[in-house]
């Protein structure tokens, strides 16, 4: 397999058959916090994005000189300072959503997806190959926080990005809003609907 050939697959494997939240099972707590509505699950995916892939390349060019008894030490400082980066803007520039995020920007630091990709894959490899990596798994994992948002706001609520969607006229005709979709146990249901329609189109995922 050539070096192009390789990137595409660290890049785009997590988006399917390597994804990190329905094949590894990883970041499963953010689907229950923040994809009531969609906006903020777009807003998670690209900050979870954003620290993973610039945590990556910031560890893979400190690996060489990191002691191996205080790696996790050095990762959870790079992560720490990543996340507040983040969190500062968007205090700045998305003052509501991160409101509606709360505290879950924060705990960022320690979701399992970004402290695995530093240990099984910075670690390891050079900054580029590194990058890629992140953003993959950042996509990856945002593109099932996306999916779960929007049929959650959807049929919870009617609306997408916080407007409505659904013609009135189905209202008059008696459609009403499914509220258990914005409670967490939906989210994973959704999530559970996601793994079974995945693995039914990728027969070599299934367990014998």
Not at 137 to 145: D, E, F, M, R, V
């Amino acid at each position: 397999m050539g070096l192009v050939s390789k990137n595409k697959e660290v890049l785009l494997g997590p988006l399917s058959k390597n994804n990190p939240v329905i094949i590894q099972m990883l970041g499963i707590c953010s689907a229950l916090a923040v994809t009531s509505k969609l906006e903020p699950a777009i807003v998670m995916a690209l900050s979870v994005t954003v620290v993973v892939a610039f945590a990556n390349v910031i560890i893979s060019l400190l690996r060489n000189t990191i002691p191996n008894r205080i790696r996790i030490i050095v990762q959870l400082v790079v992560v720490a300072a990543l996340v507040t980066i983040v969190s500062e803007v968007l205090k700045a520039f998305a003052y509501e959503v991160n409101k509606q995020l709360s505290v879950f920007v924060g705990l960022i630091i320690t979701n399992c997806i970004l402290m695995g990709r530093l240990e099984a894959f910075a670690l390891g490899n050079g900054p580029w190959k590194s990058f890629l990596d992140g953003i993959g798994n950042g996509l990856g994992y945002g593109l099932i926080l996306v999916i779960i948002g929007f049929f959650r706001e959807l049929l919870g609520s009617g609306t997408l990005l916080g407007y409505p969607v659904i013609p009135k006229v189905f209202y008059d005709w008696g459609y009403v809003n499914n509220g258990l979709m914005i409670l967490p146990p939906m989210a994973l249901i959704v999530v559970a609907v996601i793994i079974w329609a995945h693995r039914s189109r990728n027969k070599d995922l299934q367990e014998n």
